[in-house]
């Protein structure tokens, strides 16, 4: 079944000069298989993150059909980490102003997300983003990759977010558990 919303995949590489075989490439061509398209692009630095966002705002004519923006980078609750320089998601929500109508920022497991509603409200009113998703734990032991890849196929039929997180749950609630699936909306 071809779907007519797309992911937009953002991941963080040591160096974009290089090339790299990452689970997240092997995931998103899972989901081409499925009929779901994405684009996939590395970044290194806080200034790559800004141009592809701008590639992709201003140059790409399908941007209304990408509905999920997916973060692929390592950090901490409250920010990431791009070549050992720490950005907070205020710095992001900053970069990404108003420009996430109605999108859902889902990060991967690589980084905890863990925010306040505070954090969460105003990530949402600045970007315009629908939501933001991603997990409250960190182990390196379980990748994000498989349960990431249902949350996309269950956003490509729903768009309650709330219902979206409780079929989640209803399908995989051990492993939603474990890796403490969060949704801010």
Do not use: W
């Not at 991941?11 to 290089?18: G, L, M, N, Q, S």
């Amino acid at each position: 079944m071809d779907y007519d919303k797309f992911i937009f995949c953002l991941e963080a590489v040591p160096d974009v000069e290089k090339e790299y075989e990452t689970e997240t490439v092997k995931s998103l061509e899972h989901l081409a298989i499925q009929g779901i398209d994405s684009i996939y692009k590395t970044c290194d630095t806080i200034e790559g993150i800004e141009e592809s966002l701008t590639t992709l705002l201003y140059d790409d004519h399908n941007f209304k059909n990408y509905e999920i923006i997916y973060l692929v980078m390592k950090g901490e609750e409250n920010n990431i980490c791009l070549n050992n320089y720490y950005y907070s998601l205020e710095e992001i929500a900053e970069l990404f102003e108003g420009k996430m109508r109605g999108k859902i920022i889902h990060f991967a497991n690589s980084k905890p997300l863990d925010l306040t509603n505070e954090e969460s409200q105003y990530f949402l009113d600045v970007t315009g983003a629908k939501a933001i998703s991603g997990y409250g734990g960190y182990t390196s032991k379980v990748s994000s990759s498989k349960l990431d890849q249902v949350f996309f196929s269950l956003c490509q039929d729903e768009t309650d977010v709330v219902q979206i997180v409780e079929d989640l749950h209803e399908k995989h609630y051990t492993i939603c558990k474990l890796l403490d699936f969060r949704l801010y909306y």
